[in-house]
């Protein structure tokens, strides 16, 4: 995001004295100098004085060093009508011949030293310089505290919390976090709910700073907030209603890995940075800019921990393809799943040796799904661990086959459902007599593979009301 900087034409260089590579390199600078042709300008970081006999410019500030990218010191660019055309860094003579299109430089010195790192990424710099020459892209309103007032406590009182401690958003911070995107701060991300207030990429930025989350997480946290705040998944509705349901996030693709996301042991539990911000981040945009909070428009009548972050990683080694790739994007890509579904429930399987026992216990389970009586109205998402994927993998049974196998056992004498059977007040009218219903609406029974290596236990999250007057799940591919 460095702003643009107007250069001279010809040669630029930039050095500090502290670097041993720079100083042994003066002697090259003072050659080109006196060389006739030659546009020189040299950039000093930290001693006005040093190259000797060059001139050099003050960049004790940085501000050309921020603005030029500048990595290693020393670095060599040639610019012509105003633009940079090559650089290099370090000392290589055979690559400053190139970038200067001059011969024999310092021919009495070595043929190649490493750089030193440029002050301008000193990591007890950047955060200061990065809002020095970049905070006007933040239009967000600043707070102030009072100087004895405990930030921590601040949020708290100002209501800004999820009931735990959030990390206060400041500049630095969140200008570091805008680092992990390509999209520009202002740009409008969703119009979130109840309140329908829209929310930049620096707003959301801010809410993944207070959830405590890495700059490469922003991408997921941007495509999350997208994939919630639409008809389709109707998050304002996933708050209101008395049902204890919120997002749940299915990532999957490279990228999980890349920023460190949890797919085995322990997946849908804590521990993991990631899973636990990127889900958290989400939930703080929509309590902090939607205003969705308990006892507000939020009408839980128990809520579930899941509220406060339910995401998790899909493992890489999946033999059935993820669940983004049976919803249509393809295998590679990165990708995230929005669910509004309640807690994880233990599906235990211990004896099952083949896919057609563990399919019938396994469908045993789902048939429970917020009440056995309960049919087509609920979506619902089985966890597969590795364990017990292993017997369909086997069968050589894939995610279409085992849905399949999974509905086929699903499949429902309406006399079993009715109202009051098996002393059963909940259950179908009996203008339903006669019938075979399936547990799950087609499309509505969904398989995400993760998990830990050992341990024969599945999970199944339920889902909240399916269709117009309830959610749909809904996949997008993640954008940086």
């Known amino acids: 995001m460095s702003a643009a900087i107007d250069l001279p034409d010809g040669l630029v260089v930039i050095v500090k004295k502290e670097c041993a590579t720079c100083q042994l390199i003066e002697p090259v600078l003072q050659d080109i100098k006196g060389r006739d042709g030659v546009e020189l300008t040299v950039y000093t970081q930290d001693d006005l ?16 060093s921020w603005k030029l990218d500048i990595e290693t010191v020393p670095t060599v660019i040639r ?18 011949e190139k970038v200067t299109g001059l011969s024999d ?3 009495d010195l070595p043929g190649f030293r490493p ?26 309103r600043r707070i102030e505290l009072a100087e004895q007032e405990d930030e921590f406590e601040a949020l708290f009182m100002r209501g800004w919390t999820d009931g735990l401690p959030v990390v206060p958003p400041t500049e630095e911070r969140v200008m570091r976090m805008l680092s992990g995107t390509t999209r520009d701060p202002q740009d409008i991300v969703a119009n979130i709910p109840p309140d329908l207030i829209d929310a930049t990429v620096e707003k959301v930025a801010i809410a993944a700073v207070m959830a405590g989350c890495l700059p490469e997480y922003l991408p997921w946290v941007l495509t999350a907030v997208e994939a919630i705040c639409n008809d389709e998944f109707n998050i304002h509705g996933v708050l209101a209603t008395t049902m204890p349901v919120g997002p749940v996030i299915v990532c999957s693709g490279p990228g999980t890995e890349a920023i460190g996301m949890n797919s085995g042991g322990n997946a849908l539990g804590q521990g993991n940075r990631a899973n636990m911000t990127i889900g958290r981040a989400v939930q703080l945009v929509v309590r902090n800019i939607g205003n969705g909070r308990p006892g507000g428009v939020d009408r839980a009548n128990l809520g579930n921990p899941g509220k ?12 059935f393809g993820s669940l983004a790739q049976a919803r249509g994007v393809e295998a590679g ?9 309640e807690g994880p429930r233990c599906i235990v399987d211990q004896k099952s040796r083949t896919a057609d026992e563990l399919a019938n216990s396994i469908a045993a389970c789902m048939r429970t799904v917020h009440h056995p009586k309960a049919v087509q109205g609920f979506d619902a998402i089985l966890v597969l661990s590795p364990e017990h994927g292993a017997r369909f993998q086997d069968a050589g049974w894939s995610y279409e086959k085992i849905v399949q196998e999974l509905r086929d056992r699903l499949e429902i004498p309406s006399e079993e459902l009715l109202v009051g059977v098996g002393g059963n007040a909940e259950g179908l009218p009996p203008a339903m007599t006669g019938k075979v219903i399936n547990k799950f609406a087609p499309g509505g029974l969904m398989i995400a593979y993760a998990g830990g290596t050992a341990g024969l236990f599945s999970a199944v999250i339920g889902g909240w009301a399916r269709g117009a007057m309830g959610s749909t799940p809904v996949t997008r591919e993640v954008v940086a």
């Open 49 to 64: 004085n040093f190259p000797a006999e060059v001139d050099p410019r003050d960049d004790t500030e940085l501000e050309v």
């Open 79 to 96: 610019v012509e009508n105003g633009a940079e055309v090559e650089r290099t860094f370090g000392w290589v003579r055979e690559q400053w």
């Open 105 to 107: 430089l310092g021919s």
């Open 115 to 140: 750089g030193c790192g440029s002050m301008s990424v000193d990591p007890d710099k950047v955060d200061a310089l990065r809002v020095k020459y970049e905070g006007g892209l933040l239009h967000a």
């Open 308 to 319: 406060l972050s339910f995401c998790f990683a899909e493992r890489s080694d999946s033999p």
């Open 333 to 341: 890509v990165d990708a995230l799943t929005v669910f509004a579904g």
